[in-house]
């Protein structure tokens, strides 16, 4: 994840009361670009609780990929599907609170 969506991320969720600290020193010597904060998990490391949570928040997105991030020193768990034309990003906590659902929507006539 780039410093752009580190920042996007970090402004989306500051309204929910979530703040991330990050500064150069968070960098992650091993790729070089993604932050200590950030890491890309796979579906089947994110926490039972998080994963259904999110499932039970969008039951017809197919849940394909998960990030880590820490927020105040707490886990909260980005998880990403698609259905059709739009990308989901449901952000959930180890409990399996959901903090947020975001949704995007692919360029194209969706036949591709």
């Known amino acids: 994840m780039?410093?752009?969506n580190l920042l996007l991320l970090t402004v989306l969720?500051?309204?929910?009361g979530v703040q991330a600290e990050v500064n150069d020193d968070?960098?992650?010597?091993?790729?070089?670009?993604?932050?200590?904060a950030v890491r890309q998990i796979a579906l089947n490391e994110v926490p039972p609780a998080a994963l259904g949570a999110a499932r039970r928040e969008k039951p017809d997105v197919?849940?394909?990929?998960?990030?880590r991030?820490?927020?105040k020193d707490d886990p909260?768990?980005?998880i990403n599907g698609a259905k059709g034309r739009d990308i989901w990003r449901v952000y959930v906590t180890v409990q399996g609170n959901v903090l947020r659902v975001e949704r995007d929507t692919r360029e194209g006539?969706?036949?591709?």
Do not use: H, M, T
């Open 13 to 16: 969720l500051l309204p929910l």
């Open 2 to 4: 780039n410093r752009f």
């Open 26 to 36: 968070d960098v992650d010597e091993s790729d070089g670009d993604k932050p200590a």
């Open 62 to 67: 197919y849940f394909d990929s998960a990030e």
């Open 76 to 78: 909260v768990y980005q």
């Open 69 to 71: 991030i820490i927020w």
């Open 109 to 112: 006539r969706g036949d591709d």
